[in-house]
């Protein structure tokens, strides 16, 4: 059928259902670089650098380097099993974009030129002082990454806030994971994420909000799989996507009605009685507020709302109620929305008044995007002083300092500026120097024409990254060469709190120097080295922060070193001194004790906001983006270099597009499209399918175009952005270009 124009065969092949097939003989598709048998010298284990699974690799050696992976078998995440990221996670290390050396422009007008690692070092510090003597030492800020090592991490805002004056930095994790921080903190007094993967195996009703596993975390779809409870499946979520055909049960819900679902659904079990009473009653506060808040969402408003009709929200408040081990999981259709902190304590919330934490099978899980999202929310001393500690509380800045052997001055008493206010001073002038590290903002930033723009306006601009190339790098003043993942030690911690160990299995490209190193040298030429003497290696570094969780909900002083790691396929916090390790896996809570200082979780709850850029005439379309396919990571630095993974999908920009709409619109399969919102317009491929609503239109993050249409706009809690819903027009191509032709000619006349 023309209209119902299908992916191409090796784009399907992702999807839940084929994922098993897959598995059991990467070969056929191509995947991976299996050694020949005989030839590897040794084998070790590591985990992958993608996504926030944090899968276990066995990588073959020959004389020391890498020459091919298998997934490890032992490693209790993805026991035996990788996405097509992971089979082919050396390839990106193989390239000729690889950033090799410095690179620095004399001149704004200047072509970046390679220079040795002192003259960049020396342009590094010399600049960035002058930077901050003549604008404040608050002028210069830097956006980093949930994708380096914790220990690198931990370093550069370190380095950074304690010896470089530097007050604002922030992550990428504020595009991902900040709306779950804010939640959580809020709900249980710690960021906290309660599960560990075992639970997508022990429950009977596993609800995924805002989640396309099968795209994004394929490898905990398969732990789906595993499930011996013929659980029912549960997908709530605008678009049909590979998930929510593979589930038993799916809402398309409205785009960012969410909110409004959910206070619905807790209206429905109040009604009914549907309670755990006793666990809400000793553990919990603030739920009568809650009750009368719901009262107004009834299932007739909330279908309104929704499209949901009234009896299939009932089905599914029934359902929850059934249900003896229900798990609730979300990730970015909740995380990137207006109102996203409430909408994802509004699944809190469900959790909570049905008892549904603390035991297996059960809890509220935010699952996580990126390899170290979770170490980056811990210790990369941005939204929180280092090991989950607060900036404004002097006896954490003393602890801090004690086990640092820092002088206490030096530590700032608040947490800077959030990723969008730091761009927000590039436009007013606060922000003059910024430093750029293992993100690439110019293609997944939120109103990308906008930073573009600014990022001209900086006096200098610092771009550390594997690659060269980025669309960010280019921009750049100065490209610090940066080894990868594969390339250097440190720890990672994945979705479920464990912590993982990367190792060097290959040699960085010509001076590229990993990011430890490279932080080691800046705190050097700096002139804040003696407040560094410690940071000698990864492991050394990984030994403070972990004296730091000492007391902490993440408390890992029972973790001895790196060999421990090893040997025990990654450890999940808290893993305090003394404890045992019990089947290496725990989840949070099963004492129903909170983080806040009563021990209770807090309901937590607000009116619903009208939508910021609802669709109208001028602009008719919702747009929602997203993951593409299972071969594609993000802006494509790393996927893109892979021959194996550039097969499994689209090469230029494809739109999604409701058959009826794109009858009425008279748009064929495949022809060129027009994408128009108030920001900018782009041209896309158009791919007809029902698996976006009438009045929807879907466009992968991966390409590089997509970001420009996007309207910033921001969760007050969390500052994560809206990145799921802007109003576009949609044409095709020829129409646009036509009428652009005559009103250009009408303009002449
Ligand atoms: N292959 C691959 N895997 C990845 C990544 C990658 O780039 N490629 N990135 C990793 C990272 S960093 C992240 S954060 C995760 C993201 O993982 P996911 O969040 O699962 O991926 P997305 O496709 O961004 O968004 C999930 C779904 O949200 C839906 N959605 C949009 N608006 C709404 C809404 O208003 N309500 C609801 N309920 N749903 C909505 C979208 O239709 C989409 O299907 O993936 C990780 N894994
Ligand atoms: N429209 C839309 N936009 C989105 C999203 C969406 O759903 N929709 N999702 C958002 C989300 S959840 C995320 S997480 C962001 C991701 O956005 P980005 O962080 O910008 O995406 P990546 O492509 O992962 O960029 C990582 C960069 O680090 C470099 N790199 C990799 N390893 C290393 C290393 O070890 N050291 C150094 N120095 N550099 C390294 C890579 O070459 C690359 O340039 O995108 C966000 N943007
Ligand atoms: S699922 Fe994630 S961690 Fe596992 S192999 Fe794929 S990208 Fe790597
Ligand atoms: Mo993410």
Request: glycine share 8%; aromatic share 10%; with cysteine.
């Amino acid at each position: 059928m023309k209209s119902h124009q299908r992916k191409p065969e090796i784009l399907r092949a992702w999807n839940g259902t084929k994922t098993a097939e897959l598995l059991r003989s990467p070969g056929k598709f191509g995947l991976g670089q299996v050694p020949d048998k005989k030839t590897p010298d040794a084998t070790t284990s590591m985990v992958c650098g993608f996504c926030a699974t944090g899968c276990g690799l066995n990588i073959h050696l020959k004389e020391g380097e890498a020459v091919g992976l298998t997934p490890d078998t032992r490693y209790p995440v993805n026991i035996g099993m990788a996405c097509p990221k992971g089979w082919e996670a050396l390839a990106p290390l193989q390239s000729n974009e690889r950033a090799s050396q410095p690179l620095l422009r004399s001149s704004r007008d200047s072509q970046l030129e390679a220079v040795d690692w002192d003259t960049a070092m020396k342009a590094f510090s010399s600049k960035f002082k002058a930077v901050q003597e003549k604008h404040g030492k608050e002028s210069v800020a830097f956006i980093s990454t949930g994708q380096i090592c914790t220990e690198e991490m931990a370093f550069l805002g370190s380095l950074s806030k304690f010896g470089m004056g530097i007050k604002h930095g922030d992550g990428n994790t504020r595009q991902c994971m900040a709306t779950a921080v804010a939640a959580y903190k809020q709900s249980f007094g710690f960021d906290s994420p309660p599960y560990t993967y075992q639970d997508f195996e022990e429950s009977d009703t596993i609800v995924l909000i805002g989640s396309n596993l099968c795209i994004a975390h394929p490898i905990m779809w398969q732990r789906v799989m595993r499930n011996k409870n013929q659980p029912k499946i549960i997908v709530i979520d605008p678009r049909k996507t590979e998930t929510a055909v593979a589930a038993t049960h799916h809402y398309p819900i409205a785009p960012k009605s969410d909110l409004t679902f959910f206070y619905g659904i807790a209206h429905i079990l109040i009604a009914n009685g549907w309670l755990d009473n006793d666990f809400i009653a000793k553990h919990t506060e603030q739920f009568d507020g809650f009750i009368e808040h719901v009262k107004t969402f009834t299932p007739e408003f909330v279908s309104q709302k929704s499209g949901i009709p009234a009896e299939d929200i009932y089905e599914l408040a029934c359902m929850i109620h059934e249900g003896k081990n229900v798990s609730f999981w979300w990730t970015m259709g909740v995380n990137q929305g207006y109102e996203a902190t409430r909408t994802a304590q509004s699944i809190i919330n469900l959790a909570l008044m049905t008892g549904n934490i603390g035991r297996p099978g059960t809890g509220a899980n935010s699952i996580t995007g990126q390899c170290n999202a979770m170490g980056s929310r811990l210790f990369s001393n941005t939204t929180n002083l280092l090991g989950g500690h607060d900036f404004a509380n002097p006896e954490h800045r003393a602890k801090v300092c004690e086990v640092l052997e820092i002088p206490d001055e030096v530590i700032p008493d608040a947490i800077g500026m959030p990723y969008n206010q730091i761009i927000d001073g590039i436009e007013s002038g606060s922000i003059r120097g910024l430093w750029i590290i293992a993100t690439n903002p110019v293609h997944s930033w939120i109103n990308q024409g906008r930073l573009k723009k600014l990022l001209g306006q900086l006096d200098f601009l610092v771009v550390q990254d594997m690659y060269s190339t980025t669309e960010t790098a280019v921009h750049a003043d100065l490209v610090l060469p940066a080894a990868a993942w594969g390339e250097k030690d440190g720890t990672f911690i994945n979705s479920e709190r464990r912590i993982g160990l990367a190792k060097k299995v290959a040699k960085a490209p010509g001076q590229a120097l990993s990011d430890f190193n490279i932080f080691r040298l800046i705190a050097q030429y700096w002139g804040c080295g003696e407040l560094f003497k410690k940071w000698t290696s990864p492991e050394a570094v990984f030994q403070m922060l972990k004296m730091l969780t000492n007391n902490q909900p993440c408390d890992i002083t029972g973790i001895e070193d790196y060999q421990m790691l090893d040997k025990n396929g990654g450890i999940q916090w808290p893993h305090p001194a003394g404890a045992e390790l019990v089947d290496n896996q725990r989840r949070l809570f099963s004492d129903n004790q909170f983080y806040h200082p009563n021990g209770k979780a807090k309901f937590h709850y607000e009116a619903v906001k009208p939508l910021p850029e609802p669709s109208d005439n001028a602009f008719p379309f919702t747009l929602l983006t997203g993951r593409g396919t299972s071969a594609q990571w993000h802006t494509q630095t790393r996927t893109g270099k892979s021959k194996v993974l550039q097969a499994l999908y689209p090469k230029h920009c494809y739109v999604e597009i409701n058959p009826k709409d794109a009858h009425e619109l008279g748009i064929e399969s495949n022809s060129m499209v027009t994408l128009k919102s108030r920001r900018a317009s782009i041209e896309a491929t158009a791919f007809i399918t029902p698996t976006v609503s009438p009045g929807q239109v879907f466009l992968p993050m991966h390409y590089s175009e997509v970001n420009q249409l996007i309207q910033d706009v921001f969760d007050p809690y969390s500052s994560q952005p809206n990145y799921k819903h802007s109003a576009v027009a949609l044409f095709p191509a020829k129409k646009i270009n036509q009428t652009v032709k005559q009103s250009q000619q009408v303009g002449h006349t």
